[in-house]
């Protein structure tokens, strides 16, 4: 049995319904494993099918002998990945993993953005000179997550894509993964970017 069939084995456990998607139109699938550097077991898998009239996205956190279902992700999915991790972070692995959280919760709809190349920008911005102002404007606040030690872990500043707008987040993430939003202001509004479906 090769890795991808004992993957949508490990799937089929915890996410039946898709699991079956999956198996119909497996050759129209993909599976991708990203190793998470904050996680030294759990991996983070990514199944696309292309269906004839739409394609799907399936993601899982995977460890090789059980799946958590992270399609659509809770904060309450990836808390379970974390117990069963034993997760501890460092302030070094702070971005990635709040990187992780927030683009992994929330159906996708938020990124956390810290360079141009992050954000997906319309093409008209290179050729429409109010659309690249308003870029240009956006790529001048866009900056590094900002990590400090707090009470119960860390304090992390960072950006965040919602829709087209910008949004400065604050956040406190402690040693076991736990993240609560503190603050956010609009940093930026009306971005040129595509229409979030």
């Known amino acids: 049995m090769n ?38 077991r759990f991996q983070l898998v ?3 099918v292309r269906l004839p009239h739409r394609a799907l996205r399936f993601k ?13 992700a809770t904060a309450e999915a990836i808390y379970k990945v974390n117990q069963d991790e034993a997760l501890s972070l460092e302030a070094a692995e702070v971005p990635a993993y709040l990187r992780f959280f927030v683009e992994n919760t929330e159906g996708g709809k ?6 141009a190349e992050d954000v997906q920008w319309l093409p008209a911005t290179n050729t429409d000179a109010a659309l690249g102002a308003r870029k ?22 960072a950006l965040v894509l919602v829709g087209n707008q910008l949004l400065a987040c604050d956040f406190t993430v402690r040693k076991g993964g736990k993240v609560q939003l503190v603050n956010q202001q609009v940093a930026a509004e009306s971005l040129p970017v595509p229409a979030v479906r």
Do not use: M, W
């Open 3 to 40: 890795a991808d069939a004992e993957t949508l084995q490990r799937i089929e456990r915890v996410d039946p319904v898709h699991a079956g998607t999956i198996q119909q139109n497996l050759a129209a699938t993909a599976f991708t494993r990203q190793p998470l550097g904050f996680y030294q």
């Open 46 to 48: 990514t199944v696309d």
């Open 60 to 72: 899982y956190a995977d460890d090789g002998k059980v799946a958590v279902n992270l399609t659509p």
């Open 110 to 115: 938020r990124r956390l953005v810290e360079r």
């Open 136 to 157: 240009a404007e956006a790529v001048a606040k866009l900056h590094p997550v900002k990590v400090s030690d707090g009470p119960e872990g860390f304090q992390a500043s």
